[in-house]
């Protein structure tokens, strides 16, 4: 069994959503469908995979605003994710995409995550960590078996989330990175909400936003 992933940026914000799968199995994880779910559903279908759960980092239009239509695209798939404090944002998706000009469903997911739980994305557990501050349920999954995250809008390469909306909390993104994400080796590879990946240590070692 290997883990393979494919990164579709989508809509006008090229927000990096992640199709995870199990190459024996065929048996994917979808990670914050922002829109364009059209295309999430031709590559599935191109590549011969199975969708069996969506997962959610955060609530923002740009990665949660496909969820509802993807899921009701494939009967039985549950949304999963994120933390329930950011039920305020997913109630309100519509009202974010009116915004931007875009269309988007309010979403109830069915099931929220807490810090400590697990999720299986491609037949491995994934940790998951609560990480408050971009967005107040932010949450980041983990593998230290195969050393891989999935950040959301938590880190980024060169630089983090950020929190200048009315519920961002700066001090709470960076503790939780310094605390929960940097503790775990610098071997860790992310991917991240958008652009480029990176790895803990050259995170650690030089984005400028982390303290020395």
């Given at each position: 069994?290997?883990?393979?992933a494919a990164i579709l940026p989508v809509t006008a914000f090229q927000q990096n959503c992640a199709l995870v799968w199990d190459d024996t199995?065929?048996?994917?994880?979808?990670?914050?469908?922002?829109?364009?779910v059209a295309r999430i559903r031709q590559v599935l279908a191109?590549?011969?995979?199975?969708?069996?759960?969506?997962?959610?980092?955060?609530?923002?239009?740009?990665?949660?605003?496909g969820a509802d239509e993807l899921r009701e695209a494939s009967p039985g798939v549950p949304v999963v994710g994120p933390?329930?404090?950011?039920?305020?944002?997913?109630?309100?998706?519509?009202?974010q995409a009116s915004a931007y000009g875009l269309e988007a469903r309010d979403l109830v997911?069915?099931?929220?995550?807490?810090?400590?739980?697990?999720v299986t994305i491609a037949g491995q557990d994934f940790a998951v960590l609560h990480c408050p501050g971009h967005s107040p349920g932010s949450v980041?999954?983990?593998?230290?078996?195969?050393?891989?995250?999935?950040?959301?809008?938590v880190l980024f390469q060169g630089s983090i989330g950020r929190t200048d909306f009315p519920y961002g909390d700066h001090d709470a993104l960076i503790h939780a990175i310094m605390t929960k994400l940097m503790p775990l080796g610098d071997d860790i590879q992310f991917l991240c909400g958008h652009g480029p990946?990176?790895?803990?240590?050259?995170?650690?070692r030089t984005n400028p936003f982390l303290p020395r």
């Open positions: 069994m290997a883990l393979k199995t065929m048996r994917a994880t979808v990670i914050d469908p922002g829109g364009d191109e590549q011969g995979l199975e969708l069996e759960q969506i997962l959610l980092t955060h609530g923002h239009i740009d990665h949660a605003g933390h329930l404090a950011d039920k305020m944002l997913l109630d309100n998706l519509e009202k997911p069915d099931r929220w995550l807490t810090e400590g739980e697990t980041v999954f983990v593998s230290e078996a195969l050393r891989i995250a999935f950040v959301g809008d990946g990176s790895d803990f240590g050259t995170e650690r």
